[in-house]
Structure formats: structure tokens, C-alpha cells
């Protein structure tokens, strides 16, 4: 049976990258032993060296029957692909959360899980545009929104082993459809990437030297790996095309202003964004609370 508590609990995160690794230093001293899956011998050997986890594998068939709680840190595509070995590889009961930038496809892959595998999905809003267990930091998560979405068949002590484990990394717990949080995420960090990647496109070498914070800002998400991003991207297509569908009209109204030298019209443009920003971070603010 399930732990009812975190500390009693033995963890094993699969990936030990930036979100994995991060959230081994995290859960430290609070489970009863973090444990590290990872396919590349050298990362394996690594966390243990550094102390990240207590022990760890590169076979899962070792790694996944020792756990109560199973963290799927790996690319949405790769998660994907593991989902239906989890049946094979999981005899007892485990809670199983992941931690890919879309839900909807592995949430429904989810569902088709036996029942003594208590899956949710999930998803944090924090991270880093450098990867690998070289970067990771124990507070990473801190103050993060952390979305989740339990599959039709798991139970409430699963969602609160869940919570508990969020909470612990120091994030806030927020509970969305999967379909909600793909639609919303592709314009809050999908569509920017891809924006950023465009930006980066767009100037050449020669204006190097005129390279400032505002680009360097702009433009960060373009230095994100694409082997990170591209499973990301197709599994929410039709969300990101909607949300860039939106984007164009903005920015047409933009260059609009700019052709007529409308100088009130482009002034009113700005304004407005301006005030749109302020509240939308105003309510971020104020849903972590």
C-alpha cells in the first residue's frame, strides 16, 4: 500500500537533467530515499558522486519496482514512450508524476494504466535555459506554480502524496484540466519560445555590436534545446497555432500604426500592453497565494 506521508516514502526520479536533478537536491531529507534513473551511465555515476540521490541506476527494471513515488522527468516524448512499460515494470502500488510541458496526450496515456498505478500529471513552471544535472539547484522550484492534473482512475491519498511532494520543493499546487493548461501554457511559454527563436533569426552577425539587454532578454527561450522543445510543440500544435493566430492580429495592428505614422494610435498600443502586463503578473501574484 501507499505511504500516507512524503517521509516515508521512497522516490526515484527518472532523469536526472535540470528538473530531475533539481528535484532530488529539493526533496533531500525529506523522503525516505531519493533514488536516480537515469540512461546515461556518466549522469548516473555523477549524481551519485555528488551526492544528488542515495543510489542510482541505469536500468529501470532495477530502479522503478524499489518505488512509492515515480517522477518521469524526461522529454514529453520519451514520457510517452515509457508510459505503457510502467505497467510491466510497476507490481506494487506506486504514484507516478510527470513532469512534461503538455498534459493532454499523457494524461489520457495515463488512463490506460492498471489502477495500483496512481498517475497524475504534471506539470512546473520553472526551469532554466541551460539543461543537465550540472545546473540544477535545489530551489529551482521555489514559488513556482506546479499544475496538476490526476488521472480518472487515481485517488485522493495519491493527490495528496502528490500535493505534499510540491509543496515540500517549496512550489504552489495548482489543479487544471489537461486541455485547459495546454490551451494556456501555449501562449504563456510555447508561443514564446518560438517567438524568441524568430527574434534570434531575424538579425544578422553584423549588428552584433549593438546587442543589448532588451534582445538578450527577448530573445533568451532560443538558446532552449530543440531536443527539449520539439516534442513539446507538436503535442500542442493546435493550441500554439490559436494563440499565434491572436499574436498576428496584435502585432498587425502594431505595424499598422508604424506604416501611417499614427503616433496616437501606436502611443494607445503600447499603453495598453503595458497595463495588460501589469495585470497579468498581478494575477499570477495573486493565484500562488
Not at 493546435?238 to 505614422?261: P, R, S, V, W, Y
Given at each position: 500500500?501507499?505511504?500516507?506521508?512524503?517521509?516515508?516514502?521512497?522516490?526515484?526520479?527518472?532523469?536526472?537533467?535540470?528538473?530531475?536533478?533539481?528535484?532530488?537536491?529539493?526533496?533531500?531529507?525529506?523522503?525516505?530515499?531519493?533514488?536516480?534513473?537515469?540512461?546515461?551511465?556518466?549522469?548516473?555515476?555523477?549524481?551519485?558522486?555528488?551526492?544528488?540521490?542515495?543510489?542510482?541506476?541505469?536500468?529501470?527494471?532495477?530502479?522503478?519496482?524499489?518505488?512509492?513515488?515515480?517522477?518521469?522527468?524526461?522529454?514529453?516524448?520519451?514520457?510517452?514512450?515509457?508510459?505503457?512499460?510502467?505497467?510491466?515494470?510497476?507490481?506494487?502500488?506506486?504514484?507516478?508524476?510527470?513532469?512534461?510541458?503538455?498534459?493532454?496526450?499523457?494524461?489520457?496515456?495515463?488512463?490506460?494504466?492498471?489502477?495500483?498505478?496512481?498517475?497524475?500529471?504534471?506539470?512546473?513552471?520553472?526551469?532554466?535555459?541551460?539543461?543537465?544535472?550540472?545546473?540544477?539547484?535545489?530551489?529551482?522550484?521555489?514559488?513556482?506554480?506546479?499544475?496538476?492534473?490526476?488521472?480518472?482512475?487515481?485517488?485522493?491519498?495519491?493527490?495528496?502524496?502528490?500535493?505534499?511532494?510540491?509543496?515540500?520543493?517549496?512550489?504552489?499546487?495548482?489543479?487544471?484540466?489537461?486541455?485547459?493548461?495546454?490551451?494556456?501554457?501555449?501562449?504563456?511559454?510555447?508561443?514564446?519560445?518560438?517567438?524568441?527563436?524568430?527574434?534570434?533569426?531575424?538579425?544578422?552577425?553584423?549588428?552584433?555590436?549593438?546587442?543589448?539587454?532588451?534582445?538578450?532578454?527577448?530573445?533568451?527561450?532560443?538558446?532552449?534545446?530543440?531536443?527539449?522543445?520539439?516534442?513539446?510543440?507538436?503535442?500542442?500544435?493546435?493550441?500554439?497555432?490559436?494563440?499565434?493566430?491572436?499574436?498576428?492580429?496584435?502585432?498587425?495592428?502594431?505595424?499598422?500604426?508604424?506604416?501611417?505614422?499614427n503616433r496616437e494610435g501606436l502611443q494607445q498600443l503600447l499603453d495598453e500592453a503595458a497595463r495588460q502586463r501589469a495585470r497579468l503578473l498581478q494575477a499570477a501574484e495573486e493565484a500562488k497565494q
Amino acid at each position: 500500500m501507499l505511504p500516507d506521508r512524503l517521509e516515508d516514502a521512497r522516490v526515484v526520479i527518472w532523469g536526472l537533467g535540470l528538473m530531475g536533478g533539481s528535484m532530488a537536491l529539493g526533496l533531500k531529507g525529506h523522503c525516505l530515499e531519493v533514488l536516480g534513473l537515469d540512461v546515461d551511465p556518466e549522469v548516473a555515476v555523477q549524481a551519485k558522486a555528488q551526492n544528488v540521490v542515495a543510489r542510482a541506476s541505469i536500468h529501470p527494471a532495477e530502479s522503478l519496482p524499489l518505488a512509492d513515488v515515480i517522477v518521469l522527468a524526461l522529454p514529453v516524448g520519451v514520457i510517452l514512450e515509457m508510459i505503457p512499460r510502467l505497467a510491466e515494470l510497476c507490481t506494487k502500488p506506486v504514484v507516478v508524476l510527470d513532469l512534461g510541458s503538455t498534459k493532454g496526450e499523457i494524461v489520457a496515456a495515463f488512463a490506460q494504466l492498471p489502477a495500483h498505478i496512481q498517475a497524475i500529471g504534471g506539470h512546473p513552471m520553472a526551469g532554466k535555459s541551460v539543461l543537465g544535472l550540472a545546473n540544477a539547484q535545489a530551489d529551482l522550484y521555489q514559488h513556482a506554480s506546479f499544475m496538476l492534473a490526476p488521472a480518472a482512475h487515481c485517488d485522493e491519498q495519491a493527490v495528496q502524496l502528490a500535493t505534499e511532494l510540491v509543496q515540500t520543493l517549496g512550489a504552489v499546487p495548482l489543479f487544471l484540466d489537461p486541455q485547459e493548461h495546454d490551451r494556456w501554457v501555449g501562449g504563456t511559454s510555447h508561443l514564446p519560445y518560438i517567438l524568441s527563436s524568430a527574434l534570434a533569426q531575424t538579425l544578422p552577425l553584423e549588428v552584433a555590436a549593438m546587442i543589448g539587454t532588451g534582445f538578450i532578454s527577448t530573445s533568451r527561450l532560443a538558446q532552449t534545446p530543440s531536443s527539449m522543445m520539439l516534442d513539446v510543440l507538436l503535442t500542442n500544435r493546435e493550441n500554439i497555432l490559436e494563440m499565434a493566430e491572436n499574436f498576428k492580429q496584435e502585432f498587425q495592428a502594431f505595424t499598422e500604426a508604424l506604416e501611417a505614422g499614427n503616433r496616437e494610435g501606436l502611443q494607445q498600443l503600447l499603453d495598453e500592453a503595458a497595463r495588460q502586463r501589469a495585470r497579468l503578473l498581478q494575477a499570477a501574484e495573486e493565484a500562488k497565494q
